[in-house]
């Protein structure tokens, strides 16, 4: 299976130290994918115009100021349990009607913060989530607007809605199919994990990329909603796996990367899965995709 070189290029960036990647190990990372180097020059270039990436030095990249904002809230995933408090009942409420939709990348800009932060619409123009985020309603409105919300719409706390629109603020999202998702890619990524060990390096790499990607980004957009909504036991125990699994991709991407190019097929990888600091060139799987909305 192939991934995009872009969204490959940006995780490598994501999950470096200090944020910086040189071409040579983009190509090696990329020729697992089946992805050719002047394909990755070409995207590495095409980053470059969009401002998603810059030039640090000859032949060195880092995230551009295009990305920057978005890194950093994607890079909250791991801390996310920690952002939540009980809730009151309350909903914190954003209201978007009087905002404008010709502009495109504005309105892309919009609808990409309100789905970070897991808002929903209720009726039209008026978005909510459960007002259970750590820092209440002024820390949403923060991020939202770090995110591109415009600072003319309207955030605030919302309560005592009727019954009837109670009940459909609570239906916007599915939570039994959020805990269903917390459930099954734990067990996915358990079994790899359990596996890992009797895998070639060049595989391990390929295939943590590929589950951790999907699963990182599963975090990232997740609404973090409180119980009765959902089974919070069951999204911690997600996240906790989650992170274990970021913590063995990046040690069998730094021995990748190390390298310098792939292994020959006898060589095993050994995660570490308890390891939390990670090496410059380690590459976690990240929700790269989430950047490259300007």
Same mark, same amino acid.
């Given at each position: 299976? #192939?991934?995009?070189?872009? +969204? ?13 990647l040189?071409?040579? @190990? ?5 020729a ?26 000859? *032949?060195?990249y ?15 995933? &791991?801390?996310?349990e ?9 909903? $914190?409420?954003? +209201? ?22 897991g ?18 309603? *002024? @820390? ?5 607007? #770090? ?17 009837a629109?109670?009940? &459909?603020?609570? =239906? ?8 269903r ?9 358990? #079994?790899?994990? *359990?596996?890992?060990? =009797? ?16 699963? $990182?980004?599963?975090?990232v ?15 911690? @125990? ?10 063995a991709? +990046? @040690? $069998? ?14 060589? &095993?990888a ?5 390891r939390?600091r +990670?090496? &410059?060139g ?13």
């Open positions: 299976m #192939k991934a995009d070189p872009r +969204h490959l290029m940006l995780n490598l960036l994501l999950g470096a130290a200090d944020r910086r040189a071409a040579r @190990e983009a190509v090696a990372a990329c697992l994918f089946g992805i050719r180097e002047n394909a990755v020059r070409v995207a590495l270039a095409r980053l470059s115009a969009a401002g998603l990436v810059e030039t640090a030095g000859r *032949g060195v880092r995230l551009g100021p295009n990305a920057a904002r978005v890194a950093d809230e994607v890079a909250t995933w &791991r801390d996310a920690r952002r939540v408090r009980d809730w009151n009942g309350d909903w $914190i409420a954003a +209201h978007v009607g009087d905002l404008g939709r010709s502009d495109r990348a504005a309105l892309r800009a919009r609808d990409r913060a309100l789905e970070l932060l808002l929903r619409e209720l009726d039209r123009g008026l978005f909510l989530r459960p007002d259970n985020l750590a820092g209440g309603v *002024g @820390e949403v409105r923060e991020r939202l607007l #770090k995110l591109g919300l415009e600072p003319e719409a309207a955030v605030f706390v919302a309560r005592s809605f009727d019954a629109r109670e009940r &459909r603020a609570a =239906a916007l999202w599915d939570g039994p199919a959020l805990t998702g917390y459930r099954d890619t734990r067990a996915r990524l358990e #079994k790899w994990l *359990g596996r890992a060990d =009797a895998l070639s390096l060049e595989r391990a790499a390929r295939e943590s990329f590929l589950l951790g990607n999907g699963a $990182i980004r599963q975090l957009f997740d609404p973090l909603l409180p119980a009765p909504l959902v089974d919070v036991q069951a999204r911690r @125990e997600f996240a906790d796996t989650v992170a274990r699994f970021d913590a991709g +990046h @040690e $069998i991407w730094n021995r990748f990367l190390r390298d310098g190019v792939p292994r020959r097929a006898s060589t &095993r050994r995660p570490a899965p308890d939390r +990670h090496a &410059r380690a590459a976690p799987p990240a929700a790269a995709a989430t950047l490259e909305t300007p």
